[in-house]
């Protein structure tokens, strides 16, 4: 008798077949190998939700799953008949990247122990699915570095920018306007470029856009390349375009205020025209992207099919890999973690008078706070000790908490400046609403330290071989109740903090010699 004749539909179907189980060998162990680095990171990932939640630079970031999510159900007729093969090898990469992410941690810089975070996930993908699948989902996984609220370095160069544009308009409108710093008069008021019109918040959404409309709108590696710079490039010149045209309007109007009323409007309309202008930009240059079903069967997986134990057994090194260093972090913490004695007054001079009023702050580390008098002139002093070994990331989240009250997106910042053109490491922090002004000062190695990557450097190098100096972050405020004070009364007090300072020069000293163990 003759054998039954085999249905083609069915033979096409074997490799599909075979896929799916590999692909279900593999989807379990790389679920919990994200779910255990997720855990292991979980540092990085509250710090991260924290940032989304309080600056409207990073809002969109709460998008950037699901839009990698959709990327990839977009592709998924591209990645049908890719089986995952795993790459052990990619193991290895985890080594550098763990000493990556300690060199991060002793720096106390959060957003790069946050990309080393999104990094391991990466090489757990690929380490699982392999490198042929991996690439074939590499827009999808590429685009997860977004949940990194990174980009708050370039501030000061946005504000330079803005301001310099701003500059030669008002130039070649024939508008006469003293600048100073960000500072920009003009006959009908003042305008200041604080760091929320610096445009940010624009540019990081623009380039998560562009990145997102690249990967949509077209195929070629170079015109997504182009796109994603052009994302760049308009939304910096056009937050330019906004600042001059704020100021202009405020000539206009002969009212800088009520210019300057509705910048958040501005800024939102703003926004959506220059995603409207990358849209028209882009458009004309598409190419087709609409996925097809191939009309030949798939070829069978060549290779060995992996097993669910050997794919999770490649997972668990991963994991233990990424694991090395923030074991290691914790251990020299531990270690070197030594108390640091806080002085109980900082001695301002013989013409003051200091009346200490104790702890502030519910929760440790409490600040040490007085009061101190001179000339009639009242100004309450906090400040925090600690540990000589310690990282800047706890000294700095300790200098923001300080400073929490003036940390609003209208604050005008600046240095101190001393009356011999000597370098003061005084930041002075002014906020228009609600009306605060506060003057922060840090001493590293007993000496004043402007916050920056060789500051850092320092106490990383203190925190591995000791230092005979504690570090201390120190604040200065009028004692008044700023809330109950009239606009002239507002602009006296903070005139007082800087007065203050310089009229007592031997405060520097006296700090950096109490920061001595």
């Not at 809002?59 to 795993?86: E, Q, T």
């Not at 990081?204 to 856009?209: C, K, V």
């Not at 605060?436 to 071989?465: C, E």
């Not at 120190?474 to 009364?489: I, R, Y």
Request: aromatic share 8%; proline share 7%; net charge neutral.
């Amino acid at each position: 008798m003759a054998a039954p004749a085999l249905d083609s539909a069915c033979l096409a179907r074997i490799p599909a077949d075979v896929t799916a189980q590999e692909w279900r060998r593999a989807a379990l162990p790389a679920g919990i190998g994200v779910l255990l680095l997720g855990t292991l990171f979980h540092h990085e990932v509250l710090a991260a939700i924290q940032t989304w939640n309080a600056s409207t630079a990073y809002n969109h970031c709460f998008l950037v799953i699901p839009i990698a999510l959709y990327l990839l159900w977009d592709r998924r007729f591209d990645l049908a008949g890719i089986p995952p093969r795993p790459m052990p090898a990619a193991v290895l990469l985890g080594l550098p990247l763990a000493l990556v992410w300690l060199l991060a941690e002793r720096l106390g810089i959060m957003e790069g122990r946050q990309l080393v975070a999104i990094s391991f996930v990466e090489l757990l993908l690929l380490a699982v699915l392999g490198r042929r699948l991996w690439w074939a989902m590499a827009g999808p996984l590429l685009y997860l570095y977004f949940l990194v609220p990174f980009g708050e370095f370039l501030t000061p160069s946005l504000q330079d920018f803005t301001t310099g544009f701003i500059r030669h308009g008002l130039d070649l409108l024939g508008i006469a306007a003293y600048i100073d710093g960000y500072t920009i008069e003009i006959p009908q008021g003042t305008f200041f470029v604080a760091e929320a019109c610096a445009g940010l918040r624009f540019l990081i959404a623009s380039i998560a856009f562009g990145c997102l409309y690249a990967l949509l709108m077209y195929r070629s590696p170079a015109r997504r390349a182009l796109f994603v710079l052009v994302s760049v490039i308009v939304p910096i010149i056009a937050n330019g375009f906004r600042g001059l045209g704020i100021v202009y309007l405020g000539y206009l109007l002969n009212s800088a205020q009520a210019a300057a009323a509705d910048h958040i409007i501005y800024g939102w309309l703003f926004f959506s025209a220059v995603i409207l202008v990358l849209i028209l930009l882009g458009l004309p240059f598409r190419q087709d992207s609409t996925p097809t079903r191939s009309a030949t069967p798939p070829s069978a997986p060549s290779g060995a099919s992996p097993t669910m134990r050997g794919v999770m057994a490649i997972a668990l090194a991963m994991v233990i890999v990424a694991a090395l260093s923030p074991t290691l972090a914790a251990a020299l913490t531990i270690a070197t973690a030594t108390p640091a004695s806080a002085p109980s007054a900082i001695e301002i001079g013989s013409d003051c008078t200091v009346r200490v009023i104790g702890t502030t702050g519910p929760l440790p580390p409490r600040s040490s706070i007085q009061r101190v008098t001179c000339d009639g002139l009242a100004m309450d002093m906090s400040w925090q000790v600690f540990s000589p070994r310690i990282t800047a990331a706890p000294l700095m989240a300790e200098r923001r908490r300080l400073v929490m009250r003036a940390e609003t997106e209208g604050r005008e910042e600046h240095w101190l400046s001393t009356s011999n053109g000597t370098a003061s490491a005084w930041r002075i922090i002014t906020s228009a609403d609600p009306a605060f002004a506060i003057a922060v000062s840090i001493w590293v190695d007993g000496k004043q330290a402007r916050p920056g990557l060789a500051m850092r450097l320092r106490m990383a190098i203190d925190s591995l071989f000791g230092s005979d100096y504690a570090p201390i972050v120190v604040t200065a405020t009028a004692a008044v109740d700023w809330d109950a004070l009239q606009a002239t009364q507002r602009s006296e007090a903070a005139a007082s903090l800087p007065k203050f300072l310089l009229s007592h020069p031997d405060l520097d000293r006296t700090i950096g010699a109490l920061s001595a163990r």
